[in-house]
């Protein structure tokens, strides 16, 4: 079984939305700090946004902010990321990944990726 599954990635104009969407099969009873990261070309991983399992609190990188939304369905075991107002600088591959939470609830090591989705945003 696939620990982490997205989908949802595409082609789009600027300006446009996109939804992607993370099947979550991780290992139950373990706190979790759900996030998504993208990687642009020739660039590092980079953070986008995450959300605890538990609690709900999110957080999101500044580029992102505004115009992004995470959330999860716990009864589906569902990752999702609202993309609104995008930008040509937001092409990259998403990844979905499952960080373990820190003491304090935010988020530490990934201990799972997922193979990441497409987006990219034409002008």
């Known amino acids: 079984q696939v620990p982490l599954l997205e989908s949802g990635g595409g082609l789009v104009q600027a300006g446009g939305s996109l939804r992607l969407s993370c099947q979550v099969s991780?290992?139950?009873?373990?706190?979790?700090?759900m996030a998504w990261f993208r990687q642009a070309p020739g660039k590092e991983r980079e953070f986008v946004s995450d959300i605890n399992w538990n609690d709900g609190r999110t957080s999101y990188a500044d580029s992102v902010k505004g115009r992004f939304t995470i959330s999860k369905d716990n009864a589906r075991n569902t990752l999702d990321l609202q993309m609104n107002s995008l930008k040509p600088e937001d092409t990259a591959v998403y990844f979905c990944?499952?960080?373990?939470?820190?003491?304090?609830?935010?988020?530490?090591?990934?201990?799972?990726w997922g193979q990441g989705t497409q987006v990219t945003v034409s002008s």
């Open positions: 990944a499952a960080a373990l939470a820190g003491a304090g609830g935010g988020r530490t090591t990934v201990e799972y």
């Open positions: 991780v290992r139950a009873g373990t706190n979790y700090v």
